[in-house]
């Protein structure tokens, strides 16, 4: 198997949202641990991987808030709330 099958069969070894170990690559793919590793850390470069102590996980994890929450923007978060305006009395 060349290695650009063999890293895309890693890519569609590897659940969206779970973790792929190198040794149950190297099962999969009937090649040696060290092989899978040097696989995993080429594609760790290209960030489509993210490389764990003994195999790897999806590189593009997105963390979504629950339905229903609101967003708030960066810029309305670190504003500070209007000054109210000065009273009659203060005159």
């Given at each position: ?68 929450t ?22």
């Amino acid at each position: 198997m060349a290695r650009y099958q063999r890293w895309n069969a890693l890519l569609d070894l590897l659940p969206g949202d779970g973790e792929l170990t190198v040794a149950e690559a190297a099962r999969a793919l009937s090649v040696s641990e060290a092989t899978i590793r040097r696989d995993l850390d080429q594609l760790a470069k290209q960030q489509l991987v993210t490389r764990t102590r003994g195999g790897a996980t999806a590189g593009h994890v997105s963390y979504d808030l629950p339905p229903g929450t609101p967003r708030r923007s960066s810029a309305s978060a670190a504003r500070p709330p209007p000054c109210s305006p000065p009273e009659d009395r203060w005159r």
